[in-house]
């Protein structure tokens, strides 16, 4: 039986100002990647999402980006690999407090917005990244864009490196994303992004936005929670997947 991760970027409000529906999508997922203060998130709201993953079993991930609030951590910035090491350490070694006091594991570490996207294809920027990790945990995986170099410095580090596809976004023929500034970006209809999901878990390729199809390795699935449809949407493709007999189990 074929098994899937599904991933969710959580934790995402700050102050007075509330985003996503964590509450109501957690009970859906297998892992959470919770912000951890830079791009998003705050020590209220890191503490309160991690008690509320641990009381759904759902695996608690870090969700380090750079530190850019108003951009929402995907604006892209100049920063040498020394400098996101630094970055790395800080909010994962910040969020693995609260899962300490809390007494459960943190199991993993995914970049968010252009850091991760950057370290998708600069090397340098995925082994400073690799290796802040190894240093401080190596039994954390690394979640990485599938067929990037995220996933090649796990590997080279020896961490477990996990190969992530997204529901919601298209894909270049490189295997990277369409960038988010351009109007295909984001498959806005459910239907559609749920047979790319399959297409993914089962055949291990997708369609890019020119209609190739490439192969790619799907071992978790992201699902944003940050729009008014996630609930819903992470509730029909939950039922696609099981239909297909295909399993959602975190990887731990």
Request: charge should be negative; include cysteine; glycine fraction near 8%.
């Amino acid at each position: 039986m074929k098994t899937i991760d599904l991933n969710c970027d959580l934790g995402e409000s700050f102050g007075a100002y509330k985003i996503g529906n964590d509450e109501q999508v957690l009970p859906h997922i297998s892992s959470a990647n919770i912000a951890c203060g830079f791009h998003a998130g705050d020590p209220h709201v890191m503490n309160q999402t991690v008690q509320l993953a641990k009381k759904h079993d759902v695996a608690i991930g870090a969700h380090p980006g750079f530190q850019d609030l108003a951009g929402f951590g995907r604006r892209a910035m100049a920063v040498s690999p020394s400098d996101v090491y630094d970055l790395m350490l800080y909010q994962i070694g910040a969020l693995s407090a609260f899962c300490q006091v809390h007494d459960v594991k943190l199991t993993h570490v995914k970049p968010h917005g252009a850091l991760y996207n950057m370290a998708a294809v600069d090397i340098n920027l995925a082994e400073a990244i690799a290796q802040a990790i190894a240093n401080l945990d190596p039994t954390l995986a690394l979640y990485g864009l599938a067929g990037s170099k995220l996933i090649e410095a796990g590997e080279k580090y020896g961490l477990n490196a996990v190969s992530e596809v997204f529901a919601d976004r298209t894909y270049q023929l490189d295997g990277t994303l369409t960038p988010r500034t351009e109007t295909n970006a984001v498959l806005h209809d459910s239907n559609e992004a749920i047979r790319q999901v399959l297409q993914m878990v089962k055949e291990q390729t997708v369609q890019t936005i020119t209609g190739e199809v490439i192969s790619i390795k799907a071992d978790s699935i992201c699902v944003h929670g940050d729009n008014s449809h996630a609930l819903q949407f992470v509730q029909q493709l939950r039922h696609a997947l099981t239909n297909e007999c295909i399993t959602i189990k975190a990887i731990r």
